[in-house]
């Protein structure tokens, strides 16, 4: 699913745009294939890869728990 805006120049612009798209996929990808099982922070209910945002070039993942409504994110230690 995407968003396509006219920017301040006059030209279309898509978001997030395809190689985000691409990037989101692959990551939610290599989830599925590690079997990572991940855990609300607060009542530990486990979420569907498929309901994860991405951000900062696939080092972080943030979700909001169905059932207590918590937003979680997790980063991976530096």
């Given at each position: 699913?995407?968003?396509?805006?006219?920017?301040?120049?006059g030209e279309?612009?898509?978001?997030?745009?395809?190689s985000?798209?691409?990037?989101?996929?692959?990551?939610?990808?290599?989830?599925?294939?590690l079997?990572?099982?991940?855990?609300?922070?607060?009542?530990?209910?486990?979420?569907?890869s498929?309901?994860?945002?991405?951000?900062?070039?696939g080092?972080?993942?943030?979700w909001?728990?169905?059932k207590?409504?918590?937003v979680?994110e997790?980063?991976p230690?530096?």
């Open positions: 699913m995407t968003l396509q805006f006219m920017n301040q120049d279309w612009e898509q978001f997030p745009n395809d985000e798209l691409y990037e989101k996929a692959r990551a939610r990808e290599m989830l599925n294939a079997q990572v099982r991940i855990l609300c922070h607060l009542c530990n209910e486990p979420v569907p498929t309901e994860l945002a991405f951000w900062v070039e080092q972080a993942l943030t909001s728990c169905k207590c409504h918590a979680n997790s980063k230690q530096a």
